[in-house]
């Protein structure tokens, strides 16, 4: 869809740069989720492992002869973003390929009805994994599994029998290749994906074969749970649970997920597209208000790409610096217009001189020069602002009660929003950080310079520069007051204030110094030059996309039916009724003057009354007395429609009467 | 005792045999041995494993063939009804040549066969008349017989308890099996030990034997490492007792895994360093599920006359809502969560969220996705689009923290 969009609108070339985006947003987000979900594969791998090693000892000795032999289970809680965690899974599945077995089913609940069914989809899915592994050739092997498969264990356990003694009496080249990733009798991997819907019987009933089977089959479970652990205890009794040898995994939240691919995917200068404030906080409202799904925001991320370079005539600029700047040559005439018609535009024109102005507003080669000019300074403008925003941040995660939010995203949307320093918030903080102590005022500073340091910026030597002239005036203040301490013992009252004094007139410096490098760099977008280019504003375009109101939508559509329509005759004023309205609509209108129980007849009345209200009053005399049969049809219908859509129900109260379903007038 | 109701190889014995008793009090390894030991011909079957009638009825069949014959290979028998395993049978031990000795049918966890068909137990039962052949069907059970009688009437089984395991009884049990290296009386000290701080809560022998064998090596330490005797009970007691007290709380209700305690006693750590599975109660929600899901327990647990005492006229504050309801809550939470329709749900979501709600797309998804995770359960299917009805099915506490 995207790809025909940019097409339509803009050159091909610039097509394939949409294009382009969107797989650089796909691939940086699978990498950070891949980044992410590392720590947590590589626990369950050696897990996995673990679990393995005791089954393929097979150790005589006491202690694991007198052990009742537990399934090893994994719960993996991955949080209730439901949403995210096929993405989670599948790449789970892909990791366990790799490392551990190529043996994993995945079972959900949906499939599952019973133990039969269960039994079913785990076989199917068993054997269809064993081609995978060894190709083509063993096809004979498997058909004839398929005709029949008993779905009961000992099938599973022959099944199993048969593939590893095959592994073991492959050719040798081939054994070697197989067993470096695999062990000989890899345990055989089941995922339940979504643990709180299985039903108890099923999953008992499971186990509880397994368990007896545990010797011949090295089974491992794995728990995919989206609330908490206390559901497995709530789920299996304490008979069956004590047949698992559960472990708990925990993957990371979904709000630190979300923070890092917002410090990854936004907060990058590399990254031409950005984001407005709106747009932003429309986005992580979705995201913290209703479904914690990063994938979702990733999504609506992707929409916003797509929305900006289809409805944007000016995003053609919107690349890397370099291309930027050739295509800013070799812009046409139009397009030199659409640049003029940018209201960040009008604004720097009025603040240039008369004579610029007009060479700005009528010369294109003039206007493509200052283009360049302004994208470039839009760019270092973008580094700088991510540098200080950064720092910034340092500073105010470190205050109690976060003035400024916690978060990164809050304050870079404080800072997109207007000028953070004319704020309450920005002053408070401002004090809060006035009355930092020393140990914590050094450690910002060398994050800071740390900050500064790996920044691709080029304004800031000077800055590292004083940051670290600070932070040797701290050192030569620590030293200072241990000298004294180690000579005088007894320190006056008025020498101890100087010292006190000196050590908070460098912090009052260290604050100003801050607070003027905000004050140089942050200034939100919307105030740059050219921002059009690269920001993505329109947060209402998202919002009907992303939070959709069916229920408003459909009310607008019944209640104001020009709105859709766009029939000049529907163009009425709110509130009265207008005939020429379909009927549906002029029988919704009606519905909403009358209380929970409507009665038919009064209705009836009504919706003829408005209809003949047309055809003039020689037509109102003709059938006062009875209605029509047509008006009667059409009533009915609109009723009957109304019915389907939710709106009214046949009431059991009183024969002739509907119930209303919606409550409130309009 | 079964010895003499079984009777000599050819005589016929009972039909069928019913025995019960508690979990672990032996039933299978008694009949398991027995018939091992003396090398009657049976066939050895769990009912779970086998959930349908036609896996069982197979697999009984399946397991006929071999049991004689080992060398043959077993061919795959279809075998959908009982008439047809009737038939088979019959086939079978004439096959197999076992007309003169009594056939032994055990049936593990016969509780699951009420499930089945309705025939299948009654033919279980009186199945020596219907093939009229020599064969004995065990049937062995957690529940009184009373239970299983279906109420059309069936041939009475001769039942047979197994009583629970006295103390002395495991302790017998638990210290025959002692590991090679340690005498027996060490063993039995240590069982002793176990038992006095187990019997308490646990009597199931299998459970018993395993925190054993997952503790005794603790036990044993003071042992290995010179300080103390195999006689010094005393000193043994003094070091292990905590250790197993500790074993209560994690190990036996499966909070931490036997691996992890394996390896916690290994490195000698705290199990406090190993939160249990318990210690993550804690939810995260989305800002509106939370509300959704208080108002769902609101709805639930208030009666529908007081919605507008508490919803109007506080409107908007959840805190006096919930101290009013105080009074109402002891009687309600017995009663458990009552049904409550959509719309009311919505209508306290809308009073007690501060600002306005759009009733957005996303806000009904949350509630299916509510549904999805148990927190809030659908009452009646009949009609979904009408007027959907809603249980909220978590406790207090759990509203408590997600209210906070």
Known sequence: MWQSCGLVFFPIKHGLNVCSHLDLSEMFTGQIQEDLNKQLFDNLVSFLRRSHSEFQEKTTEWTCRMKSKEIPTAALVLGVNVTDHDLTFRSLSEVLQNNITPYIAFLEAKDCPGVKKLMQKLMGQLMNCYVDVDSSEDEDYVQVSHNRIRCSMTSLINWYESVTKKTDSETPSKKRTSSSRHWQSPPVVVVFKDMESFSTKVLQDFIVISSQHIHELPLVLIFGIATSPMIIHSLLPHSVSSLLCIELFQSLSCKDHLSTIIDKLLLRASFPFKLGEKVLQVLINIFLYHDFSVQNFVKGFQLCIVEHFCSQPVSVLCCQLVDAKKRADSLSHDQCENIRKLPSFRRYVESQVSEKQIALLTEDTYLKETTQKLLEDLHVYHENYLSVLRCLHVFTSFLPKYPLGKQIRELHCACLENQVWETEEYESSLQLARMLNKSDLVTMLQQCVEIFVSSSGKEFDNTVEKLKEFLTQFQKLEGGCKTDLYHLQKLKESRRYKKLTKFEMLRFDVVDYIDSLVRNYLVPANHKTLHEIAYFNTASVLREHLNAAPRIALHTALNNPYRYLKNQELKSDEGSISNKAPDICIVYKLHLECGRLINLVDWLEAFSTVVMAAEGPNADAASSDQVDDIIHARFIRAVSELELLGFIKPSKQKTDHVARLTWGGC | ?404
């Open chain 2, 1 to 404: 005792m079964l010895l003499s109701i079984f009777g000599e190889r050819q005589q016929f014995s009972f039909p069928s045999i019913f025995i019960y008793g508690h979990t672990s009090s032996g039933k299978t390894y008694v009949m398991q041995t027995l018939l091992n030991t003396l090398q009657l011909p049976h066939v050895f079957v769990n009912c779970v494993e086998y959930f349908t009638s036609r896996l069982l009825l197979e697999e009984i069949l399946m397991q006929l063939q071999s049991c004689c014959s080992e060398t043959e290979q077993t061919s795959h028998v279809h075998c959908d009804t009982f008439n047809d395993f009737v038939r088979l049978f019959k086939q079978a031990v004439v096959s197999e040549e076992l007309e003169d000795q009594t056939l032994y049918i055990v049936l593990d966890r016969a509780e699951q066969l009420r499930e089945m068909e309705a025939n299948i137990l009654p033919a279980f039962l009186r199945l020596q008349e219907l093939t009229d052949r020599n064969v004995t069907v065990v049937l062995l059970s957690e529940i009184v017989w009373e239970l299983f009688r279906p109420n059309t009437g069936c041939f009475e089984p001769f039942t047979l308890y197994f009583p629970d395991y006295s103390i002395g009884h495991l302790q017998k049990i638990l210290s025959q099996n002692h590991p090679p290296e340690y005498s027996v009386d060490f063993y039995a000290a240590y069982i002793n030990i176990l038992l006095g701080v187990f019997y308490m809560v646990c009597r199931d022998l299998k459970e018993l034997q395993h925190l054993a064998a997952l503790n005794f090596s603790k036990y044993c330490e003071p042992v290995v490492r010179g300080e103390a005797n195999e006689r010094d009970t005393r000193k043994l007691w003094k070091n292990i007792e905590p250790h197993l007290k500790k074993a209560m709380h994690t190990v036996y209700l499966r909070e931490i895994s036997s691996s992890q305690w394996e390896r916690l006693q290994r490195d000698d750590g705290e199990p406090g360093q190993l939160k249990g599975l318990s210690a993550h109660t804690h939810v995260e929600l989305p800002y509106y599920s939370k509300f959704l899901l208080i108002a769902a327990y609101l709805a639930s647990y208030n009666p529908v006359r007081t919605d507008k005492r508490f919803f109007l006229k506080h409107h908007g504050k959840i805190r006096k809502t919930n101290f009013m309801k105080k009074h109402e809550k002891t009687s309600n939470h017995l009663l458990g969560p009552k049904p409550f329709p959509l719309d009311r749900l919505l209508a306290i979501l809308y009073s007690i969220v501060d600002n306005r709600v759009a009733p957005t797309a996303n806000i009904f998804s949350q509630i299916t996705s509510l549904v999805t995770l148990q927190l809030l359960s659908m009452v009646g299917h009949n009609d979904q689009l009408d007027g959907p009805r809603y249980k909220c099915t978590v406790s207090l506490d759990f509203i408590r923290a997600v209210a906070r």
